[in-house]
């Protein structure tokens, strides 16, 4: 059986940027500025996206 994996700079930096936050873009950084890029914009959006979600998640528990 073959490993088919892949390493694609866009894959790395959504997986390290929604992950591990501040740590993965340095660390996706070192891999290539793309990922690194990528990272950055997925750490932002997760924070936007929690920021919008977060007010609502009381709401479950009452």
Known sequence: MQNHSRK?????????GTSSQAIGGAKALE???????????????TAI???FIAPFIPLLFN
Do not use: W
Not at 31 to 45: A, P, Y
């Open 49 to 51: 996206i929690g920021s």
């Open 8 to 16: 694609s700079d866009i894959g790395i930096g959504i997986g390290l």
């Open 31 to 45: 891999h290539s500025k793309m990922s690194s890029s990528i990272g950055t914009v997925t750490m932002v959006l």
